[in-house]
């Protein structure tokens, strides 16, 4: 008895659901087609330096969780994406590469998440960076076409992106901790 196969993903953004005009290649020749292409680690840093600047606004860069990401720093201003990998849900290095895109390296460009891309991340994957998402477990599918995202509207630590403003530390301003 075979399991039913998980749906294809679906390209999902902060504006909704969109086609998604990038395609996964495993090689330099994927770049032939004229296509924009996320190619893994190996196989970017593979490319010649002419084959990357003619590429450079269709040419995204795949990293999985073991990958260094000072690997691609020296070349944040020719990539148009970079994906992060999730093969696991229990794997998060992905999380701080992408804090560290936005935060310390500046880079402006998408950043995509890939693999598993789950219900209860995702309000998270956001906080740290990302605006884009393959997605594919049919939970989140379904709630994000009803439009909810989930998580909680309130943190305490800092990340890429702000939580709403709003009264902060109320019990501080208050006598003896008692709520407004």
Do not use: C
């Not at 906080?127 to 305490?156: K, N, T």
């Amino acid at each position: 008895m075979s399991s039913p196969s998980a749906p294809a993903p679906r390209l999902w953004t902060l504006g909704g659901f969109r086609d998604d005009d990038w395609v996964h290649g495993e090689s330099a020749e994927a770049l032939a087609s004229n296509a924009r292409v996320i190619l893994p680690l190996a196989a970017y840093l593979g490319l010649g330096e002419e084959v990357r600047q003619a590429a450079r606004d269709r040419v995204g860069v795949l990293l999985a969780p073991g990958e260094a990401l000072d690997k691609i720093v020296p070349h944040l201003g020719e990539l148009a994406l970079v994906a992060l990998a999730f093969p696991a849900f229990n794997d998060g290095r992905s999380f701080s590469k992408a804090e560290l895109l936005r935060s310390r390296h500046g880079f402006r460009r998408a950043v995509r998440a890939t693999g598993q891309v789950l219900v209860d991340q995702l309000p998270h994957m956001i906080r740290v960076g990302f605006d884009e998402f393959e997605v594919s477990h049919p939970v989140l599918l379904e709630r994000l076409e009803a439009g909810r995202i989930g998580g909680l509207p309130h943190f305490y630590q800092p990340a890429a992106t702000p939580a709403d403003p709003g009264p902060r530390y109320s019990w501080r301003r208050n006598p003896r901790g008692q709520e407004p």
